[in-house]
């Protein structure tokens, strides 16, 4: 049996992410493993949407494989992929030294703020879907953005209280900067020659023909209204979780749809709205069905 | 005397914000001061990404000491009444002093109030700016946020430094004290400082790795940058907005210099230049030659360990990863052609009333083509004022003459029109929205279009405000027109004319564009046709059906527009309805157009009352013509012979009007389609004046100079109808001038009001002949003076 070895970001995708994990984890968090569906970012994970919601302290860090099937380029260009990883830290109400412990985290995968430039460039974040927004900025290093940092203020419509800190790092990027390559392919995975595209070239040429040119647009839109009439159900049900997942289906399913390219620009902001609508509907719910046993908690505190 | 510091240190603010939050800090800390009686000698506002700070000089230490009284009343009254009068004023009854008012004893509260520490003053007004301080987008933020009453920053506010010398003013907002102690920059500096003393802020500050004086900062940018461009034997392409920018987002600003694959010049430059100014705000620099060069630019926020070699290595890549993405886009775009491109403009809503923008393109293409056949736009290239400029680097930069025919140039001027929005649907402008019309430009060059194609596809947005090119070229001048007719005519014709400061369809901006390229080409065109011509297939799509109108020669009559009756009915459309619709889009784009080119014309320089005296004859579309009688009229008016002859005619008008003179040939009111001409100068109508006037043969002999009237007035009418008529409106002007001596000597003369009816009656309708005359070359009575 080996000993557990020593990390080592710059040379190793996993131990970056480690990393990561020790220092959050260090520093309070709750360690999560990914959610099981498809989705565009990590903010769609329930642990920050749901958990935004309500006056509990809530501060969990995790890894989220986001899809954006548009963002697909057959494995053809160095910085695009339909499928890449997202570092979600979300700390409720924000720590006061939330900042810091954000510029310790880059240090502890080897990003020196002296010899490299940080920066906070303004980037408010806003989600329609999600009746979701926040004041915050995207962090440049060296002029890229390797992380979105939000102070939500909002979430399903109702104002954010206490207010979430959270912090979504590109995971790819920041390891195309830590080990200086310029080809995200070229990554070393696991320090030991095993490399990104080892893992995942194949799955980008293939996925991406499939969201492209594949994938079966008839049985994409039954999907869609499938999902659409089950969230409608799992609300009238009040299982506003269950109804929150049909909800994050139908978005992707629709991102689908949109890569296919068979909505047409008048029929998109109908899909959105569709989408919108039940993404609200489920936090809403779950709000409303959370408030009572939120209230005997805190009981200065009202939705 | 004392001097105050203020520092509000907070989470990055936006860089877009801290000029604005400059000024309201120097606002609000003002109105507290003056609110409290005291005045602040200099004061200075400085902001960092991570402070905003002010220091106000020569504040007094407390505030003067005020004696206020207050009359209350009078010995003797009711003790309710001074009781009351006490309770108001907060002083007891043995405070009250007694004092003669107009002989009666009357009781007086004098009321003290002692001078204030200043200090007190300002632990009040800190917080109070604070909670007012209107950003334009505010947070919660931390514990306290579990309440939505919390306080709201621009981001998380960390502390507050307030000073008076070398003293602490005490106080607290949001959970946050004030003291002496700050930070410095982010990086560079570790832990607390501490500020001694307001005079030591920056000082303290710079020690700790901060500019905090914002100019100070822009001037290191724009002098740096432009020096490790030079160093590298390279000329920075200034940019304000971007130095400004980067000195809002640093605190210790290092312009470094760095360079980029050759290989991406191959992608225009305008799209180099826009990525790597709006994505990561970079300056670019050109070559000895003004050629775009394969280096930028950018800002960084700290003095690097290594001297900047892996911050430029690091924004290298990024620029990279920006410009193969350009590239990609680029490349891309070129795989498909402009024509197949727009067929997915179906897809694309240009106005849920107006259809998509295929539907736009179509009507633009055949509007296009009508003004090119129908002799408005000629294969001339000529322009009053000088060929295009072009852009530098646009595929090409010189408008060419047209030479071929008028059909050939109807063909081109259709083709560019229906390419003009292609490249809507491309990659690259999908991306940068801002490069509309110039990349369909250079795709119509790279598919080997004529050159005049790509011109006016690239020029057909122009001119998009003051100052711009305006098109010259046939084909150019067609699409563009156009173009901008048509979302004229569209919006008007459903009813969504500007309103106030409402304008999202910038049609002011369209109107603008549209007069400007007709009088710089010097069009002649006849507005009220080309309103209808352009208005009716908006009617057309109401009824979708084709529409069998008949048009010539530029001069579209309402009663040519045949609507079939029986389809229309069919579809819902009432034709006489749909008439009356064009008409009112007429009717109000007329106004409209009448009113920019007013606006348009005072900005150039002419008087308003001139500009009003022409267009008070109503009636005039043809915008040269019109042109041409205001700036006639503005010379006249600068000579001794105009002002004397307004002075004639203002004279003669106040007369008429004491009278209570009425021309019975008034104006014809408009009916929305009478020939608009047939009354500014109809030789019939000038008959019935004169008749009108002059009272056929007199009854009586007239005396001299009221002869020398009738004479002058014989003579100059028909010389100046000539001239209008042939539109030189300077000979028109010149008649007029050889009334002005006769009318001085009748006014001199003459007795307007004599005694018996007749000649008054005939004086005072030679005036009123007089009074039509000078009106036939502009309304006198709007000029002042």
């Known amino acids: 049996m080996t000993a557990v070895a020593q990390r080592d970001p710059k040379n190793s995708f996993q131990d970056m992410i480690l990393a990561l994990h020790d220092f959050w984890s260090a520093n309070g968090c709750l360690i999560l493993q ?81 010899k490299h430039d940080i920066r906070f460039v303004e980037d408010d974040w806003e989600s329609p879907t999600l009746g979701a927004w926040g004041l915050g900025w995207e962090v440049w290093c060296d002029g890229m953005e390797v992380t979105q940092f939000t102070y939500f203020q909002q979430m399903g419509g109702f104002d954010c209280k206490p207010v979430a800190g959270e912090l979504t790092y590109g995971l790819e990027r920041l390891a195309m900067y830590i080990q200086g390559v310029d080809n995200v392919y070229d990554l070393n ?81 109908s899909y959105m709205g569709r989408v919108r609508d039940l993404a609200r509907s489920s936090c809403e719910k779950y709000a409303e069905h959370m408030a009572p046993r939120w209230q005997e908690k805190f009981p200065e505190w009202s939705l | 005397m004392s001097d105050f510091l ?29 609110a409290a009686g005291v005045s602040p000698g200099a004061v200075s506002v400085w902001s960092t990404p991570r402070r905003l700070a002010l220091i106000a000089c020569d504040l007094p230490l407390a505030t003067e000491a005020v004696s206020e009284e207050a009359k209350g ?33 009357t009781y007086f509260a004098v009321i003290e109030k002692p001078g204030r520490a200043v200090a007190d003053v300002l632990a009040e007004a800190i917080p109070a700016i604070v909670r007012a301080f209107p950003w334009p987008k505010s947070m919660r933020w931390g514990e306290a946020s579990l309440s939505t009453e919390s306080l709201r920053w621009v981001r998380p506010l960390s502390g507050v430094v307030a000073l008076l010398d070398s003293d602490v003013v005490e106080c607290e907002v949001g959970g946050v004290a004030s003291g002496r102690l700050t930070r410095g920059h982010r990086f560079h500096s570790n832990g607390d400082i501490a500020i001694a003393g307001v005079a030591d802020y920056a000082a303290t500050l710079r020690e700790a790795h901060v500019i905090v004086d914002q ?50 010049l191959d992608v225009p430059p305008e799209v180099i230049q826009l990525s790597a100014r709006t994505n990561q705000k970079y300056f670019v620099c050109e070559d000895s030659a003004g050629k775009l060069a394969n280096a930028f630019v950018c800002t960084a926020n700290i003095a690097s360990s290594d001297g900047g070699a892996a911050i430029v290595d690091g924004n290298r890549k990024v620029l990279a990863a920006r410009l193969s993405d350009a590239r990609f886009f680029w490349e891309l775009d070129q795989k498909t052609s402009l024509a197949d491109h727009a067929k997915k403009l179906e897809r694309i809503t240009f106005h849920e009333k107006l259809g998509t923008v295929a539907d736009k393109v ?98 057909h947005y122009k001119p998009v405000g003051q100052g711009d090119d305006v098109p010259t070229a046939p084909v150019t001048v067609a699409v563009s027109l156009a173009d901008k007719l048509d979302s004229l005519a569209g919006f008007f014709f459903e009813a969504m004319p500007p309103s106030g400061s409402k304008d999202p369809y910038a049609l002011r901006r369209s109107a603008f564009g549209t007069l400007s390229i007709i009088t710089k ?236 009816e007749i000649k008054r009656t005939t004086r005072l309708g030679l005036l009123a002949r007089f009074r039509a005359a000078v009106h036939n070359v502009a309304d006198f009575s709007r000029i002042e003076g």
């Open chain 1, 189 to 269: 995975f696991d320090g030991r020659g095993v490399t990104y595209g080892d893992v995942f070239l194949e799955n980008e040429k293939q996925m991406s023909k499939w969201n492209f040119e594949v994938a079966d647009t008839d049985a994409l839109f039954d999907l869609f209204n499938k999902a659409e009439a089950e969230c409608r159900n799992c609300l009238a049900n009040n299982v506003p979780i269950a109804a929150y997942e049909q909800a994050i289906e139908a978005s992707h399913v629709f991102n689908l749809l949109q890569a296919r390219g068979v909505i047409s620009v008048q029929e998109r902001a």
């Open chain 2, 215 to 264: 100019e100070e900062r822009q001037n290191l940018i724009r002098e740096q940058a432009a020096k490790v461009a030079a160093d590298a034997g390279l000329t920075l392409v200034a940019d304000e907005g971007l130095v400004i920018e980067n000195a809002g987002l640093t605190e210790w600003p290092q312009p470094l210099l760095g360079r980029f694959d050759e290989e991406f």
């Open chain 2, 362 to 459: 179509e009507r633009v293409a055949k509007l296009a083509r009508w003004l090119v056949e129908e002799g408005i736009v000629t294969p001339s290239p000529s322009s009053r004022e000088g060929g295009d400029r072009g852009q530098p680097g646009a595929p090409s930069p010189e408008a060419p003459a047209f030479a071929g025919t008028r059909e050939e140039l109807a063909d081109l001027a259709e083709q560019a029109a229906r390419l003009c929005k292609a490249d809507l649907v491309t990659e690259m402008v999908g991306e940068f929205p801002e490069l509309q019309g110039l990349m369909g430009g250079y795709y119509a060059c790279a598919e080997g279009l004529p050159d005049a194609v790509a011109d006016a596809i690239r020029d």
């Open chain 2, 521 to 756: 080409k010097g069009l002649r065109l006849n507005l009220r046709s080309l309103f209808l011509r352009t208005a009716l297939p908006f009617a057309v799509r109401k009824v979708h059906a084709p529409s069998p109108f008949k048009l010539h020669r530029s001069k579209v009559m309402l009663d040519q527009i045949l609507i079939d009756q029986n389809l229309a009915q069919k579809n819902g459309g009432d034709v006489q309805d749909l008439k009356n619709r064009i008409a009112a889009t007429r009717d109000s784009l007329l106004d409209f157009f009448a009113d920019r080119l007013k606006v348009q014309q005072r900005e150039a320089g002419v008087r308003h009352d001139l500009i009003d005296a022409v267009f008070a004859l109503g009636g005039e579309d043809d915008l040269v013509r019109l042109l041409a009688r205001v700036h006639a009229l503005q010379y006249f008016m600068d000579t001794e012979d105009g002002t004397n002859l307004l002075a004639g005619y203002k004279r003669a008008a106040n007369i008429l009007r004491k009278e209570g003179w009425e021309d019975t040939a008034e104006r014809i009111a408009r009916t929305g389609d009478e020939d608009p001409m047939e009354n500014v100068d109809d030789p019939q109508m000038r008959a019935i004046y004169a008749q009108r006037g002059a009272n056929g043969g007199l009854s009586y002999t007239p005396e001299a100079a009221e002869k020398a009237l009738i004479d002058a007035l014989d003579a100059a009418e028909p010389q100046a109808a000539t001239a209008i008529e042939a539109e030189d409106f300077a000979a028109a002007m010149a008649a007029l001038a050889s009334l002005r001596a006769p009318i001085d000597r009748f006014f001199e003369e003459v007795t307007v009001n004599a005694d018996e």
């Open chain 1, 34 to 114: 990914p959610y099981d569906m498809r989705m565009g970012a990590g903010t769609f994970h329930t642990a920050t949407t749901l958990r935004a919601l309500g006056p509990e302290p809530w501060n969990a860090a995790f890894v989220q494989p986001c899809r954006r099937p548009t963002d697909g380029r057959y494995g053809e260009n160095p910085n695009r992929l339909q499928h890449y990883y997202q570092y979600q830290v979300i700390l409720k109400p924000n720590p006061d030294n939330i900042q810091q412990l954000y510029r310790d985290s880059l240090g502890v995968i080897g990003i020196d703020p002296l």
């Open chain 2, 6 to 34: 203020l520092e509000l240190r907070s989470e990055e603010i936006p860089a877009r914000m801290q000029a604005g939050a400059r000024a309201d800090l120097e606002r609000l800390f003002r109105a507290e001061m003056a």
């Open chain 2, 73 to 105: 009343p009078p010995e003797g009254a009711p003790d309710q009444a001074i009781d009351g009068f006490c309770r108001k004023n907060g002083v007891t009854r043995d405070q009250l002093e007694l004092r003669d008012v107009k002989g009666r004893n």
